[in-house]
């Protein structure tokens, strides 16, 4: 026999994204919690909890409240050993070691596939547990409670976890469908302002992106949410959730194997900005900076209504972001984001851009002297908002 023989089998795997919104899942709504946790054949469900320490401190009877549940239903679910605190925010992501104690952690309460990682916290500790139970039996059961508004509009709902390595965000983690999210109102009470406002930069971004009444929903509750008013967040949030799973459910690539990663509009700069600033501008800031930058770019070089640039640039800095940071002073390191983005993705380099509020374009080169004027309109534009005048001081459009 010459020649060679092969086999392609295109297959599909069966997944369902469980998505549950709560007022308060430890106390009035924990039937919707319980609900989540099958048993194991005869034996009951097997749950290791993972809290953010800043979450466990500013809740101080979270803890008590998560073990009241877990011991209210022995023959259905049980907690092995204590719960684990991680630290929050992008410090548990820095530190790779931070996984190696989390792997023992689960080893030595001898978890198995069918049993259960419920974590609670930030986007960054959401991550970081989530790639632990991905890879721990090659993927654990994960239950997500986001305590931000940003990991409920987005990252929570997401079926991605990463931790930073070699000074990259999120270079290594996998794909993994969770088990199931809650998003929950009563977890987000001891938010800081200053994290609470972050997640709206998302929901600016999947709206522009997808949904222009969405983006007027936003737009209108702007102000409304700055000042915490739940009743004008509730809904962005969970349009946003929605939008996102809606792009992952059905966009046909959830995975992220083609050559666009729409739902990652403004992140070159912003995964370059955290970098750059060390952290100092959380994920939420840095992409309502990105968001604006390409906001306008789009409309210098794409055909997006100044209007529109405008009145999105408005939006972010009603909802309380900043749009004016040093680190956009010199745009030079910024572009090397562009590299990184495009080497993160392999092949050519694939820039979602916008045409028009809920239509998108993807781009493979970038101007850079439009980029350069976008990105210094976007700091004259928080500068000046600033000051109360809020206008865009666009230079021509070109083509
Ligand atoms: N996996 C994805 O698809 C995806 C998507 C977007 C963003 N992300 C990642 O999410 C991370 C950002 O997450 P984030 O914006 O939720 O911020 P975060 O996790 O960094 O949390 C911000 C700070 O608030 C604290 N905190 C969280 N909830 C609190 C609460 N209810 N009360 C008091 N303090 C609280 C945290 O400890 C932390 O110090 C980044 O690492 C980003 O890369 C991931
Ligand atoms: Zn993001």
Redesign the pocket.
Known sequence: MTGSDSIDIPFTVPCVHRLRFTSDVLGKDHGTLAELLEPSGEQPARVQVWI????AA??PDLQQRLRRFLKSRPGRFTMPGNIQLVP???AI?NDIHVLERMLKCMHAAELDRRSYVLVV?????L?AVGFAAAIAHRGIRLIRL???T??QA??GV?V???VNLFQK??WVGTFAVPWAVVNDAA??S???DR?FV??FS?AVKVSLLKHPAAFEQVCAAADRIRQRDWAAAAPVIRQSAQLHLDHITQGGDPFESLEARPLDFGHWSAHKLEVLTDYRL???EAVGIGVAIDTVYSSLKHGLPVADADRALDCLIRLGLPLNDEALADPQPLFDGLEEFRQHLGGRLTVTMLQAVGRKIDVHDIDRGAMRESIEAVRQFGQSAATGRRELPLPPVRN
Not at 121 to 125: D, F, M, Q, S
Request: overall charge negative; some cysteine.
């Open positions: 953010d320490e800043q979450v500013a809740q929050g925010g992008e992501k916290g930030g986007g960054a500790v991550d986001p305590t931000t940003l990991a987005d990252s997401g991605k976890n990463s965000k999120n977890l987000l001891t938010l800081p994290d972050c997640g998302e959380r994920h939420g």
